[in-house]
Every structure is written in C-alpha cells, then in structure tokens.
C-alpha cells in the first residue's frame, strides 16, 4: 500500500512539472520530504517518461522528414523559371523608359512653344501697365548710386506695396522682387562696413577715452578727499600723509589747491561723444531697424564687441615689469566699457543691462586672474603700490558707470599681502645693512646738540644717565634708532597701500598691526638670528645684542602708542591685535645668550688645547701653569663686559664656563691616551685647580650665594685630595655614605687615574722608590686596584 502511495506521488509530481504552472521548488521540495524511498521511485518514473517523450519525438519528425524533403525539391526547380521571368522584366522596363523618352521631348517642345506664343501676347499688351514700375525701379538704382540708403528703402517699399502687385504676374516684375533683397543686402553690408569701421576706431581709441575716464574719476576723488581732510582736521582727527602729519594752518592752502585743479579739469573736460563719431552705429541700427532684421545687428554688434573684449583683456607678456604696462591694459578696458554704457544709454535694445552686466563679469573674472598672475612677479614695493593706485582708480571709474568692483576690493587684500611680503624683503635688506654698519658700542655723546638727536630718533628714557655730565654714553649701540625708524618707516609704507581702499580705521589699525607683527616675528627676528650665529660676532657683540634687545623690547609700547595715533583706535578696544615685540627680542635674546655659552667654551676649548704638561715629572713647578692664567684673566676680563647684562645672563655664564672648564680639566687627567701620571705631576694639576677655585671664590659675577661657583670644581677638588693625602682607608670606608668625606669621587674615576700612576716599571714614578725601599706599601696599592675594580664590577653588574 505505501508503495503505491509513492506512485501515485511520483505521478503527480510529474505532472506538476509539465504543467508549468506551480513554482518547481516547492513541487520539488515535496519528493523530499515525503517518504523515504520517494526520491528514487521518483527518478525511476523521471526517466521513464523522458524515454516516452523521446519515443514520441522521434515518430513525429519520422513523420514530417519527407514532406521537408519534397519542399526542398519543388524550391529548387522553380529558381530556374524565377530567373527567367527576373530577365523578362527587366528587358520590359527598359524597352518602356527608351519609348518614354521621345514621347517626353516632343510634348515637352510643344509645352514651351505654346508658353512663348501666350508670354508674347501678354507683353504687347501689358507694356504700358509696366513702364511706371521701370521708372520706378531705374529711380531705386539711382538713388542707390547717389549712397541715399534710406531713400532707397522707401522706394523699396513704394515698389513692394503699390507697383509690384500690379505686374506682379510677369517674370521681370519676379526677377525686381528677387533683386530687391539683394539690395538690401547691400545696403546692410555697407552700413554694416560703416559699422566695422566704427568698430575699428573705438578699438583704436579705446586707451585715450580709458585714460581720460580714469583722469576725471581721479580729480573727482582727489576733490573729495581734499574735503575730508578739511572735515577732519575741523573735528581734530589726526591724518598722516607721506609720512606727515597735516598741519592745520596748511590745510586751507591744500583745499584751495584742490579746487583750482578742479577748476582746469572742468574747462578740459572731453566726453566719449568728443573722441568718437557714433552716428555710424546709429545709422546702421536705423537701416537694421527699417529692414526688420535689428535682431542680426544686435547679434552681430555684441559678437564683435565679445570678441574686442577678448583682445583688450589679453595682457601683454611683459607688463608686469613696468607700471606703464599695467596702465595701458586698464585704460584700454575703461575704455571699453565706457563706449558700452554710452551705448546702454543712447540706443534702445542694442545692448542691455543684462549683457553688459555678463560682459562685465566675464572680464572682471579675467582681470583678477590676470592681475593676479602677473603681480605675482612683482618683487618692488613701489611697483605693487602703483598698480594697487592703479586698481583702486579703474575700480573708482568703472563703479562711477555703475559697474559693480567689490571682487576687485577683495583682490587688493591679496595684493595687499604680497605687499607686505615685498615690504619685508626689502626690509631684510634695510635691517641686514644696519647690522653690518653697527659698531656693536655703547653710543658716545659729547654735547647737548648730540643726546637730543638720540633722543629725537629713539624713546629713551633714564634719569641717571640724563643727570651724568658729558661725555657720556647710551647702553645701545647705533643700530637701535635705526631700526627703530625703520620699523617706523616700514609702518609708513604698509599704510600707504591701506588708503583709498574704503575700510574702517579698526580695519586699517588691524592691518598695520599685523603687517608690522610680521615684521618684528619674522624679518627682524630673522635678521637678528642671522646676525647672532655668524662667525665673527664675538662675546663682545653679543653681549651688546642683547642689550640692544632689551632696549628695542621696551621701545615696543611706543610703536604701539605710534599705530594708534595714525589709526585713532585705543589699544584697550576688544579686538585690538598686539605687537609680539616682547617674544620677538625674547626669543632673540635667548639665541644671543645660547651663543654666549658656546663661544666662551670655544675660547675655553682654545686655551685648555694649549695645555701642555710633563705628565712624568717628579717635583711641581710651584706655581699654576701659565696657560690657565692667561685662560682666568680672559675670563675675568669678559666677566666684566656681562655687567652690563641682566644678572641671571652673566650668572648663567659663568657657572657654564666654570662648569665647562671643571670638565675639560677632568677629561685631560682620564684621557685615555694618557698612560702614566706620575705624583709630581698630581700636584701640579693641583695647583691648577686651586687657581681655579681661587678665580670662582672671587666672585667674578656678582650675585651667587655661598661658595655655588666653587661647586663647579668640587669633582675634581675631592679626586685631588684623595691622591694627595692618600686616604683611600677613608674613601673605601666610607663609599655609599651620604656624609662620605669623598662623596663626589666615582670608584672608575679613582681606579683609572690609579692606574695610570701604578706602573712605575717603564717611568720613574713614585712608586719607584716604594718598590725599593717599602715593598709593603706596593702591594697595598695592588689591593686598593682590587677593591676599587670589586666596587667598579659590583655596580656594573648592578646597573
């Protein structure tokens, strides 16, 4: 039962899949879950029915296979008759085509002879309606010749409206309507000559009506500026000009100079109108008009124009080398949107706001790229000042004709900074010489006349050397007026570039504050650094550099008070930028300070090479060696010159020379080259050092507590002591104790220069005599060697 059950199954499954009509997964998914033997009954009925189907196919194309073979035959014999009959045909059709033809000719013969005899007719009586259109037709050609363009189009359109549809039926009456678009044509192309040439000479002109634009706009901006000027010395404001302050008295006489300029510009003043004829532009719009195709002179006069603007924007490869070069690329644009808004106001339709407004914006984008290219080459100040003038005066003209510029504004604030960036190099150049023509010395006064001319150039202020009689001197050298000018003059010419640029005085105040920031962090910082790492500057000179920092540091609040006095911003305002003098000389200092220590211990590395010691000598030489003198009177000479110097400067100096000097003496004695030292030798060293420690208890630099120099030597001093009393009962005792009496004195230290003193063998030493005559003391040295290599190991392997 269940196996005919599972037939059934197959049955039905099979049946489902030949239908098509349920999803095969599911009618398949149903052989599998089902009983355990389905899927192989199943496959058994699957490939019984495949056999059947195959069976079936095969009796059906048994069946068709003849009929497809007796098709295939009848085909091929009726391609033989298709083929004739395709011959047949096409010999008919010719033989047709060949009788067309002549039947063609002759009734084509008779159409035409029958048109001539009908136009014939026609003629002989129609000829007096046709003569007034002659007459009328020669009177066109005649005005034509006599250049009456406008004439001509109104008999034109006598001819169209009155004549013409009169004989409008004959051919001749066809063949002068044909002919009048081409006499329009040509009317149009000799306006539109007339126009070329028109075209031509504003292209011609196109600098002279720019430059005459340029002028009238900046008279007009010099006359108001003369105004403002009066305005504001009546209300007090401070106003700055070349580098001086305005007087009021000679403000009148400045006013007045204005007006009269003014006067003499009115009475030469020359309008677009007087550099160029502009009737050819009317005329031809006028012609356009009449003949109904203003549209096409409108096209035609804005391509060209586009195409003229193209030009007049193209630069010359060389203009950014001379200020002409840039004047003439602005006044050819004026001039060219001059004659445009010329022709906005006077024509209806020729151009619009519109297309100038395009026109404008395609040249604006233009010019900031070529401006901004070019000036980028720029490397003199005075260049880049004239073209930002020249900027200001094409934005100034063209925004009098309604043009919008603030693109071109936002341009000079990238200008701006290369300015500044040309500011600075020169500057480097100004602060460079300065320092190469400084003395690096206090400045000698020896009169009255002198200290004020000090005093006029630079803010110094001190009681003490005012009371002083003269001569006298100033702490700085000469270098520190000049540069303070210069940081002036420099405040000066950033200034310049900052007028006629239509910003607030906090911007300007912002701007000369910044700019004069970059000055003193970069350039004079710069310099400075320079100045300090070059090879000839020696202790002297730096320690006059740092006090020229010092004073230039203070000097920093009066250029600030200077700022404020141009821009008449208060330094306490919120947004107030501040000049960084302060990190600027700070930072300056500090280099000239970390010169100071190196060179001194060059110049001490100078004298201790010239160290030269009898290492194996038995007696010393009762006194300190000459080299270390000469080494303590330089260093005492040099430490007078640091009084000058804040005290923790010179402090720092000496406690590094001293610091340097200990270990260059402490190097000589373990030099490894050094093989043998004998006691004499000790204690001439000795001897040295207690010079040393002479020269630091001295005080050479005031201020130090105690016996801190002293310290710098304390190494050396306890290593000395150990070998001179012998007292290694005490140091080996004693090592590792905080109070030891030899705290300082590092076990390798001791062993090495022990050494070096133990092989009396080769040199006579004083261990000679030890050998001989006390044999016991020998070999307590050899056990001293043992223990200080025990201590030597111990704290290796520790470490």
């Known amino acids: 039962m269940l196996e005919e059950d599972t037939d059934q199954t197959s049955e039905n499954v099979l049946a489902e899949i030949q239908s098509f009509e349920l999803p095969i997964e599911a009618t398949l998914r149903s052989v599998y879950d089902d009983q355990p033997n389905a899927h192989k009954k199943f496959m058994e009925k699957l490939d019984a029915c495949i056999r059947n189907h195959d069976k079936e196919i095969e009796k059906m194309c048994n069946f068709h296979h003849q009929g497809f073979v007796d098709a295939i035959t009848e085909l091929l014999k009726v391609r033989t008759d298709a083929e004739k009959l395709k011959v047949q045909v096409t010999d008919t059709n010719r033989r047709f085509q060949d009788a067309g033809k002549e039947v063609i000719g002759h009734t084509e013969d008779i159409i035409r002879c029958r048109i001539q005899q009908r136009n014939i007719t026609t003629v002989v009586e129609k000829l007096q309606l046709c003569l007034p259109v002659l007459e009328m037709y020669s009177k066109l050609k005649e005005q034509m010749s006599t250049k009456r363009y406008y004439s001509a189009l109104k008999t034109m359109e006598q001819l169209e409206n009155v004549y013409f549809p009169r004989v409008s039926q004959y051919r001749f009456c066809q063949l002068m309507i044909e002919n009048l678009p081409k006499l329009r044509e040509d009317i149009k192309e000799i306006s539109m000559s007339d126009l070329k040439d028109f075209l031509e000479s504003i292209r011609k002109h196109s600098d002279k009506i720019g430059e005459t634009a340029m002028k009238q706009a900046q008279h007009q901006k010099t006359f108001s500026v003369s105004l403002q000027k009066q305005n504001d010395v009546k209300f007090g404001k401070n106003r700055y000009i070349n580098n001086y302050r305005i007087p009021e008295e000679k403000n009148e006489v400045v006013l007045k100079q204005a007006l009269e300029e003014e006067d003499e510009n009115e009475e030469e003043v020359l309008t677009v109108q007087d550099l160029v004829d502009f009737s050819p532009v009317y005329r031809c719009l006028h012609i356009y008009s009449v003949l109904g195709d203003e549209e096409t002179f409108e096209n035609y006069y804005r391509k060209q124009r586009k195409k003229q603007a193209r030009l007049v924007l193209q630069p010359q490869s060389s203009m950014h080398e001379t200020v002409d070069g840039y004047r003439r690329y602005f006044t050819q644009i004026v001039g060219f949107f001059v004659v445009e808004d010329h022709i906005l106001h006077v024509t209806q339709g020729l151009v619009t706001r519109a297309y100038t407004d395009e026109l404008w914006n395609m040249a604006l984008s233009k010019i900031i790229a070529v401006l901004r290219a070019h000036s980028s080459y720029c490397t003199d100040p005075d260049l880049v000042l004239e073209l930002k003038n020249l900027i200001v005066i094409f934005a100034d003209t063209l925004q009098g004709y309604g043009f919008p510029v603030n693109r071109l504004f936002d341009l000079l604030f990238e200008i701006r900074d290369q300015y500044n960036e040309?500011?600075?190099?020169?500057?480097?150049?100004?602060?460079?010489?300065?320092?190469?023509?400084?003395?690096?010395?206090?400045?000698?006064?020896?009169?009255?006349?002198?200290?004020?001319?000090v005093i006029s150039k630079f803010p110094f202020q001190d009681p003490d050397l005012e009371?002083?009689?003269?001569?006298?001197?100033?702490?700085?050298?000469?270098?520190?007026?000049?540069i303070y000018i210069q940081v002036k003059e420099f405040i000066y010419a950033s200034l310049k570039f900052s007028e006629s640029l239509h910003r607030s005085s906090t911007e300007i105040d912002d701007m000369l504050r910044k700019s004069t920031n970059l000055l003193l962090t970069r350039t004079l910082s710069g310099c400075l650094l320079n100045l300090i790492r070059k090879p000839h500057i020696g202790l002297t000179e730096l320690v006059q550099i740092i006090i020229n920092t010092t004073h230039l540091e203070q000097a920093c609040k009066y250029?600030?008070?200077f700022i404020t006095n141009i821009t008449n911003i208060s330094q306490e305002t919120v947004h107030?930028?501040?000049l960084y003098g302060l990190s600027t000389f700070k930072d300056a200092r500090h280099a000239a300070e970390g010169e100071i220590y190196t060179k001194l211990n060059q110049k001490i590395d100078e004298f201790v090479q010239l160290a030269d010691y009898d290492w194996t000598m038995s007696e010393p030489d009762g006194r300190a060696s000459g080299y270390l003198m000469d080494l303590i009177n330089f260093l005492r000479s040099i430490f007078q010159v640091f009084t000058h110097l804040p005290g923790k400067v010179a402090q720092t100096?000496?406690?590094?020379a001293c610091q340097h000097l200990s270990t260059s003496l402490m190097r000589m004695l373990l030099d490894s080259e050094l093989k043998q030292i004998s006691m004499g030798a000790v204690q001439q060293f000795n001897l040295d050092v207690i010079q040393c420690e002479l020269?630091?208890?001295?005080?050479?630099?005031?201020?130090?507590?105690?016996?801190?120099?002293?310290?710098a030597f304390i190494d050396l001093r306890q290593l000395l002591d150990l070998f001179m009393v012998w007292d290694w009962s005490t140091y080996l005792a004693d090592y590792g104790q905080p109070a030891s009496k030899y705290l300082r004195v590092n076990?390798?230290?001791?062993?090495i220069l022990l050494e070096k003193m133990k092989d009396t063998s080769k040199k006579n030493n004083i261990f000679a005599q030890f050998r001989k005559n006390d044999r016991d003391k020998q070999k307590l040295i050899e056990t001293v060697v043992k223990q200080l290599r025990s201590l030597v190991n111990g704290m290796s392997q520790h470490t």
């Not at 040309?422 to 002198?450: A, C, M, Q």
């Not at 009371?467 to 000049?482: D, E, T």
């Not at 020269?695 to 310290?711: I, K, N, R, Y």
């Open 422 to 453: 040309t500011l600075l190099k020169k500057w480097t150049g100004v602060f460079r010489d300065i320092f190469e023509e400084d003395n690096y010395s206090p400045i000698p006064i020896v009169n009255e006349e002198e200290y004020k001319s």
């Open 467 to 482: 009371k002083q009689p003269f001569p006298k001197k100033f702490p700085m050298s000469q270098s520190v007026p000049h």
């Open 559 to 561: 250029l600030e008070d």
């Open 576 to 578: 107030t930028t501040r």
């Open 653 to 656: 100096a000496c406690m590094s």
């Open 695 to 711: 020269f630091a208890s001295s005080e050479p630099v005031p201020g130090f507590q105690g016996d801190t120099l002293q310290l």
């Open 747 to 751: 076990p390798n230290t001791a062993l």
